[in-house]
Every structure is written in structure tokens, then in C-alpha cells.
């Protein structure tokens, strides 16, 4: 199994970015899906988890303003950032659970600044 992302650049404070993570390979059922990210000098921190049946969760400081989403028949979740941040500034991460293996995408850089 391999994940794709894609989607991250550079973006002014207030703007937005839509990144993507798609999944190919041998797959059965994905069950969870996540993003993470990682700024530099800072712990990987989870951003947004989506269950198998659709039902989101965020990191507080993401709440509002981000979106995960997912579309089971293209193995590919989504994550809609709005209202960004200087503080978003990381690499994000896609993350999969099929079965009892965990899959890690490559990282895409998202970079707000004016």
C-alpha cells in the first residue's frame, strides 16, 4: 500500500488550501484515516482523524477551520484548511489503519506567510 499526497504550498494568512491523500495497493478497508503535521523543532501532533463511518475529530486548534473528509471509493482523504495561520506552518502527514497495519504518507509542505 502507498499513500499520495498532495495539495500543500505557500498561502497568505486567511487563505486556504485543500491537500489530498490517496491510497493504492492491495486494499481492503481502510479504517481510520488522520492527517498529522510537524513544524520544525516540534513533536508530530495529530490534526483531524475520520473513522470509517465518517465521523470527524480535530485538534482544538484546528476547530472551525479545518475539514477532513474522505471518499471511500477513491481511498483518499481530504483535509480543508481554511482561515490559515503562521503557526500552520508544518509538513502534514496522511496516515491510514487498514486492518492491523499503519500507513504513512510522504508529507506535504504547507507554509502560511505573508
Known amino acids: 500500500v502507498q499513500l499520495q499526497a498532495s495539495g500543500g504550498g505557500l498561502v497568505q494568512p486567511g487563505g486556504s488550501l485543500r491537500l489530498s491523500c490517496a491510497a493504492s495497493?492491495?486494499?481492503?478497508?481502510?479504517?481510520?484515516m488522520r492527517w498529522y503535521r510537524q513544524a520544525p523543532t516540534k513533536e508530530r501532533e495529530l490534526v483531524a482523524t475520520?473513522?470509517?463511518?465518517?465521523?470527524?475529530t480535530y485538534a482544538d486548534s484546528v476547530k472551525g477551520r479545518f475539514t477532513i473528509s474522505r471518499d471511500n471509493a477513491k481511498n483518499t482523504v481530504y483535509l480543508q484548511m481554511n482561515s490559515l495561520k503562521p503557526e500552520d506552518t508544518a509538513v502534514y502527514y496522511c496516515?491510514?489503519?487498514?486492518?492491523?497495519?499503519?500507513?504513512w504518507g510522504q508529507g506535504t509542505q504547507v507554509t502560511v506567510s505573508s
Open positions: 475520520i473513522t470509517n463511518d465518517g465521523v470527524p
Open positions: 496516515y491510514v489503519r487498514i486492518a492491523i497495519y499503519n500507513y
Open positions: 495497493g492491495r486494499i481492503r478497508s481502510i479504517k481510520t
